[in-house]
């Protein structure tokens, strides 16, 4: 089969998608990559040594699976920094944009979002929490769902994700993410459980912030090759002169925990850099589906063309 080129096209940014990805798709990238030396490193930080989608359940596995099989994913397509206009992560995945676009070694990054992981899973093992999206209702009407569940279960929910005017994702604790998937269901709206073991981008990470400050301050990142848009705050990371520097990511990274992701507002900066449509890289097209209810930017996702050619 002749190679078919999938490098970005002028205006186009390379996307990562977060926790939300296929299981299936993402351990079928780490199959075709067997013998890869990221894969080996992979199989040392999660103790794994073959991969299912069941497995993907534990967010301790998930997250540095999703990191690697996107990386993965965007070596095989011929997506190079040099050849993108931004790069961008949702949520998790902007770890796996800053190591696409060189601020991070791939290797440390699978250790970064390891630590990442296990901060979560110690937090989830001390106050169970839970994330589930709201969808079909508008932000109002998620945002009185969230007071009525804290006001009758008494616990933290906060809004983690807004992916678009009506699709949110609220996390917390169990109970009141719980109650809360009753009342929006109660609302009108469609209620669903995510498979994440912890309350990631809500106030129940706070602890989590210092020592994962450090991890990434440990790493001394370097400045990315293509400026980065992150989800979690309004910015860019970049060499440019209206860029945030590589030293501001220890800061940024560590409260991406805690903040919620804004797609929509991640969207609009990046057509403010002057990006005009975006890959999603993968695994899968989590973000190319979410695109269809959020017409800010074209996606097109990478699992629609076949893989280039060329050594695995």
Do not use: Y
Request: glycine content about 10%; some cysteine; charged content about 20%.
């Amino acid at each position: 089969m002749p190679a078919v080129s999938l490098a970005a096209r002028p205006g186009e940014v390379v996307a990562f998608p977060g926790q939300g990805v296929d299981p299936v798709a993402a351990c079928g990238v780490l199959d075709a990559h067997a013998g890869h030396p990221l894969v080996a490193h992979l199989a040392e930080v999660t103790g794994q040594a073959a991969w299912a989608p069941a497995d993907l359940a534990d967010t301790r596995v998930a997250q540095p699976v999703i990191v690697a099989a996107g990386l993965l994913a965007a070596a095989d397509a011929g997506l190079t920094p040099e050849g993108a206009a931004l790069a961008v992560g949702h949520s998790l995945g902007e770890i796996t944009a800053l190591a696409f676009a060189g601020a991070l070694d791939p290797t440390d990054a699978l250790d970064l979002v390891a630590a990442r992981a296990a901060l979560g899973h110690e937090a989830h093992q001390v106050r169970p929490g839970r994330m589930v999206a709201a969808l079909k209702l508008d932000a109002a009407t998620v945002e009185w769902v969230r007071r009525r569940a804290v006001a009758d279960a008494g616990g933290v929910l906060d809004v983690a994700v807004v992916n678009g005017p009506a699709a949110l994702v609220l996390s917390g604790d169990r109970a009141t993410a719980d109650r809360a998937g009753d009342l929006v269901a109660e609302a009108g709206g469609v209620p669903r459980r995510l498979g994440i073991g912890g309350a990631f981008h809500s106030s129940l990470l706070v602890g989590a912030v210092a020592p994962f400050r450090a991890r990434v301050a440990a790493l001394a990142p370097a400045p990315p090759r293509v400026p980065v848009a992150l989800s979690t705050a309004p910015v860019v990371v970049g060499p440019g002169p209206e860029d945030r520097g590589p030293d501001d990511l220890p800061e940024l990274l560590a409260r991406a925990l805690v903040l919620p992701v804004a797609w929509e507002r991640t969207l609009d900066v990046l057509r403010s850099r002057g990006a005009r449509a975006a890959v999603d890289v993968g695994p899968g097209r989590t973000l190319a589906n979410l695109a269809a209810h959020l017409p800010v930017l074209p996606f097109r996702a990478l699992v629609d063309a076949p893989p280039a050619a060329g050594p695995r």
